[in-house]
């Protein structure tokens, strides 16, 4: 099986900057995509970023120019550089991959746990 390790969320002031990071581990035979949903409270879940296996990457609209997404050399670690933090950034961060378990098998989705990001002051 496939397990994505979320870790970095935490309590940050207004104006701050926090690296989120998603650790893919388990039976990988291939990443087509990593990406960074956030749910806030009474919301639905929305996609933040996203980064493929070629490097093409998508910045959704309300974090443009404060937050990137980058990944390690080997493909199964991606980052969420978050900076310019607005208390409407608070949410529980999902990392989602679109992962091949095998050369028989179909992709398909993976989700994390979740890590909590507060930016308050």
């Known amino acids: 099986q496939v397990q994505l390790v979320e870790s970095g969320g935490g309590l940050v002031q207004p104006g701050g900057s926090l690296r989120l990071s998603c650790a893919a581990s388990?039976?990988?035979?291939?990443?087509?995509?990593m990406r960074w949903y956030r749910q806030a409270p009474g919301k639905q879940r929305d996609l933040v970023a996203a980064?493929?296996?070629?490097?093409?990457?998508n910045i959704a609209d309300s974090v443009k120019g404060r937050f990137t997404i980058s990944r390690d050399n080997a493909g199964n670690t991606v980052y969420l550089q978050m900076n310019s933090l607005k208390t409407e950034d608070t949410a529980i961060y999902y990392c989602?991959?679109?992962?091949?378990?095998?050369?028989?098998?179909?992709?398909?989705?993976?989700w994390g746990q979740g890590t909590q990001v507060t930016v308050s002051s």
């Open positions: 989602n991959g679109v992962i091949r378990t095998s050369g028989l098998t179909a992709a398909r989705e993976y």
């Open positions: 980064i493929t296996s070629g490097g093409s990457k």
């Open positions: 388990g039976r990988i035979f291939s990443i087509y995509a």
